[in-house]
């Protein structure tokens, strides 16, 4: 097993925290958020670590990882910075946001999942963006299972909670069928923006897909996603509020009502 941590993001709502280093070498509670994932992974013996980096690419000087570039990091998004690490695609990899962490119980989780696709959700997500937003329904996005938790919608603007069964968190594996279904989708679609619109999201260009975009339309064409339930035990650093709010309540010792920092 390997992991591949999308870590090109400039994370402009983090200033002034990124002025100088890219959104992934922020520091929480003593270390970067990349650090919190390669020890992570470590811990549970996943030593084929890569990054693929975009922002400040010469501040990431971790040992003992593989490296990938995103040379167009700033007119791209997440599905482009993960096919730059395409030659990692294959047997079973996870692929995780790198500006999140995650308690070990997690990545466990979603180890021990068989299926060929899975994705982290949060199902206690709303205390969790009750505490970050005023209105949570403004930055959660839809995300709908059926009867066998498999995915049927996911990434769409919201108007209400009964279109939100969970939230996604940015941490999913690919193994097996599910590793070919991925990139030969990729290639398809990619092939088929040149001719015509966005199939994945015809109000973008191709190039600016979210990596919902793609989770949704592999479920349209066929495609089976399991969720992975969780109760929060992760964390999103997304902006300088975000920042202020973890380090508030870690020196307060209220984080642990969302997550610990020693798990």
């Not at 962490?101 to 997500?125: A, G, M, P, Y």
């Not at 968190?169 to 193994?175: A, E, R, S, T, W």
């Not at 619109?197 to 592999?218: A, C, G, Q």
């Not at 709010?245 to 920092?261: A, P, Q």
């Amino acid at each position: 097993m390997k992991a591949i941590i999308l870590a090109a993001g400039e994370g402009k709502r983090l200033r002034p925290l990124t002025n100088n280093k890219p959104k992934c070498m922020v520091e929480l509670f003593g270390k970067s958020l990349l650090q919190w994932q390669i020890d992570t992974f470590k811990h549970f013996g996943i030593s084929d670590i890569s990054i693929v980096t975009g922002y400040h690419n010469k501040m990431i000087k971790l040992p003992n990882i593989s490296y990938f570039h995103n040379e167009k990091y700033a007119s791209t998004n997440m599905i482009e910075t993960l096919f730059c690490a395409k030659s990692k695609l294959d047997d079973s990899v996870i692929v995780s946001y790198g500006d999140i962490i995650f308690e070990k119980e997690i990545l466990s989780k979603l180890i021990k999942s068989n299926q060929s696709i899975s994705v982290i959700i949060d199902k206690d997500w709303k205390n969790y963006w009750n505490m970050r937003f005023q209105n949570p329904l403004d930055d959660a996005e839809s995300l709908l299972l059926d009867d066998n938790g498999f995915l049927t919608d996911i990434g769409q603007s919201v108007t209400s909670y009964e279109q939100i069964q969970g939230q996604y968190i940015g941490l999913m594996k690919f193994q097996n069928d599910g590793v070919t279904f991925l990139k030969d989708f990729y290639n398809k679609c990619k092939n088929e923006s040149i001719l015509s619109v966005n199939p994945l999201n015809p109000n973008l260009d191709f190039e600016k897909s979210y990596m919902t975009d793609l989770l949704r339309s592999m479920v349209i064409n066929g495609s089976k996603i399991k969720s992975i339930p969780i109760h929060n035990g992760w964390l999103e650093l997304d902006t300088f509020d975000d920042f202020k709010l973890y380090e508030k309540k870690f020196h307060e010792n209220t984080l642990d009502d969302i997550f610990s920092v020693s798990s």
